[in-house]
């Protein structure tokens, strides 16, 4: 019976998808901050013992076909490589408006507080009540992009709120009566 000592390295985990990052000043963003495999700013980074960073959703399928680095062709697996916190901690500097802003949210603020931001933004369509998602059409937040922005993209102004929701902002008072008013209609249907 022979035990193989092989290392074995853990599937990786399915990623979100992710959501568009409007970068305020896409021209200040240093093309260090770039992944050479999506050509678009870091997500995620992870960095290869050569020294090269990718986004973790491009390393990752890149290394299920190619044990290499697409940079130097160094061997290279997936349990070589670690998080890049230097980077992200400097991505994380650049500032970005809400991926909401369509919706009519003007948050701008650093990119490391975006998901806190989105967690209690009063836009993210998560955060709404259901007689607020019936009434108001939540449009896709990526309009008709399928990533994260690039330099060539403009933050969009921010749209304006439906009536409904700018009540529902107002203050507590409005959104227990807009809550009561609704429950009321859909009770006696």
């Not at 299920?64 to 992200?88: A, M, Q, V, W, Y």
């Amino acid at each position: 019976m022979s035990m193989s000592w092989k290392r074995k390295h853990p599937e990786p985990v399915c990623m979100e998808a992710e959501e568009e990052r409007y970068f305020l000043n896409p021209d200040s963003v240093s093309t260090h901050l770039y992944c050479s495999i999506c050509q678009d700013v870091f997500s995620d980074p992870q960095r290869a013992p050569c020294g090269h960073s990718f986004c973790k959703k491009c390393i990752l399928p890149w290394l299920k076909n190619s044990k290499t680095c697409p940079e130097d062709r160094k061997t290279l697996h997936i349990g070589h490589l670690h998080h890049d916190f230097i980077l992200e901690n400097i991505i994380g500097d650049q500032m970005v408006a809400c991926p909401f802003r369509r919706l009519g949210c003007e948050f701008v603020g650093q990119l490391q507080s975006l998901n806190s931001h989105k967690k209690r933004c009063d836009f993210n369509p998560e955060n709404l009540p259901e007689f607020i998602k019936k009434s108001t059409p939540v449009e896709n937040t990526r309009g008709q992009h399928s990533g994260i922005t690039t330099d060539l993209e403009v933050v969009p102004s921010p749209g304006k709120p439906s009536l409904m929701m700018r009540l529902f902002r107002a203050g507590d008072d409005q959104k227990k009566l807009l809550g009561t008013m609704f429950d009321d209609k859909e009770n006696k249907t």
